[in-house]
């Protein structure tokens, strides 16, 4: 059975040209030259967020697996928002549910994410937000043009086609195009061993967080003389140290059922940095409870009316998963399937005939916070497979020979009788 791969990237990354580096692909999403208030949504568009902030939460406890982690929904929400224009019928309708469009469909979810694209950027226009999205295709599979005209259209991605056969070229290209566009922040997402012979196409979107916090160079909200070492106690009650920095402002703060928020501003306050933090140290609980606690909730809970003594762990992080169980478990099931998922609007037709699925979606995530401010990097991958059709069991015969018959010997072409006869057993 033959196999073809395609990766479909999405990530946190940046636009950063090295000397002498030409970037495989032209980047053309937008640039904001002006400042907006906020983002434009429709009420309908208003009850997607809330949805992809549900997915948000069910998709960390789901993968929460004792250790420190940062992920990015966002990511994986770009990641198979691309992956569904390639796909119908039920598979098409199992990640649109997952993303929380339900009945609205892959128009919905292209317009959202199109608003997403061009206006999160343009809110505050000291923070370094860059979305960018791009295609890089084997020559040897070219895509349906009306895949083309919509991730044209709606995620700015322009494609580009070229010799998949020497595999490390193919990698270093990813790279090298992963590693500028988050100013280097992750350097690689694929080795060369990554790259099947028989690679498809690789899908990539990047997107790149960087934001002091809010304050100024005369009163920041952390500063490295105000770091020292302090407790940390962990889940089982062993006590560590950890570099913990410190202040004492009026911040938003939310005292809920079982836990409390702090939001930490950044620049000038459009995104914020959220703390929720178990009365109890006991984070799978508040895991659980965020299950039925929404996004907006915790917002509209938030108070800006107390002065905060704030200590924060100063931390690194970076992981990678494997995200296939967890998004079958959390419904994705279909496009996993061999046989049954439906990918029938990505590529153009074959000699052969191929069904595509989805094999595995890894996201590789990393975060710095530090007294000057948060970065922010996440690289997610849909890796899908092109095999050739299912074979159809086929019908079964049973022929026992075990009483008299007639047998012959004649001549395939012609059709004439060389020989005849009958076998009676005697």
């Not at 020497?166 to 060369?192: C, Q, Y």
């Not at 169980?325 to 052969?352: C, I, K, N, T, Y």
């Amino acid at each position: 059975m033959k196999k073809y791969i395609i990766f479909i990237a999405l990530g946190l990354m940046a636009c950063s040209k090295s000397d002498g580096i030409k970037d495989p692909i032209t980047i053309s999403s937008p640039t904001p030259t002006e400042q907006i208030t906020k983002v434009s949504l429709s009420e309908s568009q208003k009850g997607y967020v809330k949805a992809g902030n549900a997915m948000a939460l069910r998709f960390l406890k789901q993968i929460y697996d004792g250790k420190n982690l940062v992920c990015s929904p966002l990511s994986l929400q770009y990641a198979l928002a691309m992956t569904a224009n390639g796909a119908s019928g039920e598979t098409l309708q199992e990640i649109t549910d997952f993303l929380g469009y339900g009945s609205e469909g892959i128009d919905a979810l292209n317009a959202y994410s199109k608003i997403l694209l061009e206006q999160l950027p343009a809110v505050d226009l000291s923070v370094t937000l860059k979305v960018t999205d791009a295609l890089l295709v084997n020559n040897k599979f070219p895509l349906l043009p009306s895949f083309s005209k919509t991730v044209e259209d709606y995620y700015y991605a322009p494609a580009e086609n070229m010799d998949f056969s020497d595999p490390e070229k193919v990698a270093a290209r990813i790279n090298d195009w992963a590693s500028r566009n988050t100013n280097g922040f992750i350097d690689k997402i694929l080795e060369s061993g990554d790259i099947s012979p028989s690679a498809a196409a690789f899908l990539m979107n990047a997107l790149y967080f960087k934001a002091k916090w809010a304050g100024s160079e005369y009163e920041p909200m952390f500063t490295e003389e105000g770091t020292s070492d302090d407790s940390f106690t962990l889940s089982d009650g062993t006590v560590k140290t950890v570099k913990m920095m410190r202040n004492e402002l009026y911040y938003p703060v939310a005292e809920m059922n079982g836990f409390k928020v702090l939001a930490l501003p950044y620049a000038n306050e459009k995104f914020h940095m959220y703390i929720l933090l178990p009365d109890e140290n006991d984070l799978p609980g508040l895991l659980t409870k965020l299950q039925t606690v929404s996004w907006e909730d915790i917002q509209q809970n938030l108070k800006q009316d107390a002065e905060v003594h704030v200590k924060l762990p100063k931390f690194d992080i970076e992981n990678k998963f494997d995200l296939t169980d967890a998004l079958q478990d959390l419904g994705v099931r279909r496009a996993f399937e061999q046989g049954s998922a439906q990918f029938d609007r990505m590529f153009a037709p074959q000699d052969g005939e191929y069904w595509f699925r989805i094999g595995k979606v890894i996201q590789k995530s990393k975060i710095s916070v530090a007294e000057w401010g948060t970065e922010a990097a996440a690289v997610t991958a849909v890796q899908m497979y092109a095999e050739g059709m299912p074979i159809v069991n086929p019908r079964k015969v049973y022929f026992y020979a075990d009483h008299p018959f007639v047998f012959a010997i004649g001549e395939s072409s012609s059709g004439t009788i060389l020989f005849e006869g009958v076998f009676a057993g005697k």
